[in-house]
Each structure stands twice: as C-alpha cells, then as structure tokens.
C-alpha cells in the first residue's frame, strides 16, 4: 500500500514483509520496549523536553521555569510563553470560578434593577442637552410605561394611496375612524385587503355611541346591526422598518378616570402622570385592486356587505384578557395556569382572525 505523499505524509506498508508473509518479523512496527531500534539523530529533538529559557526580568523580578506544556506536532505560531505563565494560570482559574452564576428570579431581578442606577437617584434634567441644538434645554421629565388601555387591540399603520370615502379633504369623513378592514384569501393563494365603511355619517355616529358603552360596561348592544358597504379592495405591501415603531400617548395626569382595558373588572382610576406606549405591529402601504372585466366575479369569495354588532366577551375571554392585563402592569406578575382547554376552544370558536375593527375588539356578522 503507498499513500499520495501529497494528501500527508507518505506511507510505504510494502516495506514491512509482516504484512505480507506469513511468519514475518512483527518487530519491524512493534518494536520491543527492552530492544529499541537505533533513533535517527535528526528526531532525537522530539524525545527532549522544553523548558522556558531564562530571560532578563526587572529588578526584584523572577524567571520561570515552568515547562510549556506543548505537543512537538503543535503549530508554533499558536504557541506563546504567556500562554502557561502563573498569571493565565491565576485568570483561568477565577474565570472558572466566575463561570458559577446564581439564575434563579432574585439574582436575575437584582442584576436588572442594577443596570439602571440613575433612575433611583433621579435625572438631573438641567444636564440634560439636545444632540443637534445645544441650546435647547429638558424642561420635564417623563416615565415611560406600557398603555393598559390600548394593549389588546392590534396597531397597524396602512398607507393609502389616497383618502377613502370619495370624499373632498375639506369635507369631515366621521366615518373613517370606524371602517372595517378586512383580509382576504382566495383559494389560488392570491391575497388582498378588502375597505369598508358604514352607509352613512348617521350610522357611523350611531355605531360609536353603542361601542363606547358597550366596550366600557362589556355588555351587548342590543340594537340593530350596522351596516358597512364594501368600498374598494387594495393590494398591500408590507413596508421593511429600521427599528420599532411605537405610538406615545402623552398623559399629565389630568385625564379622567378610565377603566384600564375592556372587559376587566378593575376598578376605574386615573393613572399616574406619564409616557404610554403602544408597539406597532406592521406597517403596510396599500394601492388599488385593478380589476379585470373580462374575468368572472367570484362571489363566493366577494362579501358588500358586513352587518356589525357587539357582544359582550365570554368568561374565557374575560379571562385571558385579566391575565394579560396583569402581565402588561404588574412588573411582579408570575404567570398562573392556563386556560383550559374548553375555553380556548371556545375563545377560537368566535373569533374571525381575518376581520379587524378600527376602536373595536369583538364583532358579531
């Protein structure tokens, strides 16, 4: 057997008769411990150990002569006396002792709370500089906080190609704070955002007044529904973002009183004087379907008109969403159990995941 040379070192097996007789000598590879076969001068090196050669050192300073623990095979460039000096040998050690680090939820609170110090001891707002106007000064400072009021109803911001609702822009649209947008489907994969919005200005004021008691006091309306005619379907586009987008709402405290989600059975309290935020999910920039009049329409898969109600949520739903809410204020919250599963399946059962309500959270068609 001969071995490339250039694929590593070359290997002639040919030489060695014990591998091809029968009755050859087996001392050619396995030499006897107590009878060694002459060691060519030229390796004698590899059988001598290293030691680290005495240099110059300041004065009251010390040479070492610890061994370099390194193998003859080892790459030299990769080898260095600092490598094994007391000193890394001092810095292995306490790296490893460090490597011990306590994770339970007080050490993990501990290490978090103390990342922000200047928040305990205050923010002197008169260092406080613009980056580009010097000149401009801090007159007050404000915390930052999740809003409870806001935080179950999914934000999206949509870019319309125009104002909907056919309308002149000097003329007011109340309509267009209560439209319906709704996603749509089709069974070949294709997708497209279909606009309502309500008949009149009379319904869109009516429809208003019946989700502002019925969200508040979570009880259905009873009237009739409200009826939204489709006005147009767009293509959407979602638009890539630098960063996250949030919306701030500013609050100096003067704000009446407010429940703080709907549904929950908290109290109604005026919260403290602050910055409350609400994280953008997506940005979208939508234009206008072209049609084509020379395909069909499909009307299984077309719907003009959406008549829109509220209930009142369930006790499942009223569930999840006081365990959200929880989550969203108590900066202790531990997470309890979950829902059962009959009322997940039941929270499933009456939701339409591809309807979305500006100002609204649960309709009924």
């Not at 014990?18 to 060694?36: F, K």
């Not at 010097?134 to 809003?147: G, Q, T």
């Not at 949030?246 to 407010?258: E, I, K």
């Not at 009959?342 to 500006?358: L, Q």
Request: aromatic share 8%; hydrophobic share 35%; net charge negative.
């Amino acid at each position: 057997m001969v071995v490339d040379a250039e694929m590593g070192m070359p290997l002639d097996l040919s030489r060695y008769e014990c591998l091809w007789q029968e009755g050859g000598d087996p001392l050619q590879l396995n030499p006897d411990p107590e009878n060694l076969p002459p060691i060519d001068p030229k390796d004698e090196f590899m059988l001598e150990g290293f030691t680290m050669q005495a240099g110059p050192t300041r004065p009251g300073g010390h040479t070492s002569s610890q061994p370099l623990q390194v193998s003859w095979l080892r790459r030299t460039e990769y080898v260095t006396a600092k490598d094994s000096s007391p000193r890394m040998t001092m810095l292995s050690k306490r790296g490893a002792e460090e490597a011990n680090v306590d994770i339970s939820r007080e050490a993990q609170i501990r290490d978090v709370e103390a990342t922000f110090p200047p928040s305990y001891h205050g923010i002197d707002i008169t260092e406080i500089r613009h980056p580009a106007r010097p000149a401009r000064r801090a007159v007050e400072v404000f915390e930052v906080l999740p809003d409870p009021e806001t935080f179950a109803t999914a934000t999206d911001i949509f870019r319309f190609p125009e104002r909907p609702g056919e309308r002149p822009l000097v003329q007011e649209d109340p309509r267009l704070d209560c439209a319906v947008i709704r996603p749509v489907v089709l069974d070949d994969g294709e997708t497209f955002i279909a606009y309502y919005l309500p008949r009149d200005d009379a319904s869109a004021a009516e429809l208003k007044q019946r989700r502002d008691f019925a969200l508040e006091m979570n009880l259905s309306a009873d009237d009739k529904p409200v009826a939204f005619d489709l006005v147009r379907n767009y293509e959407s586009k979602v638009l890539p973002g630098e960063g996250t987008e949030l919306v701030l709402f500013f609050d100096n405290g003067d704000l009446p009183a407010h429940v703080d989600a709907v549904g929950t059975t908290r109290e109604p309290e005026s919260r403290q004087k602050g910055v409350y935020y609400k994280l953008v999910d997506t940005r979208r920039a939508l234009k206008r379907k072209r049609v084509d009049p020379n395909e069909p329409t499909d009307y299984s898969t077309k719907t003009d008109v959406i008549n829109l109600s509220y209930r009142a949520m369930d006790e499942g739903e009223l569930k999840e969403r006081e365990a959200e809410l929880e989550e969203l204020i108590n900066p202790f919250y531990e997470p309890q159990e979950e829902l059962d599963q009959d009322d997940a399946e039941k929270v499933e059962s009456v939701r339409d995941p591809a309807i979305d309500v500006f100002g609204a959270d649960d309709m009924d068609f």
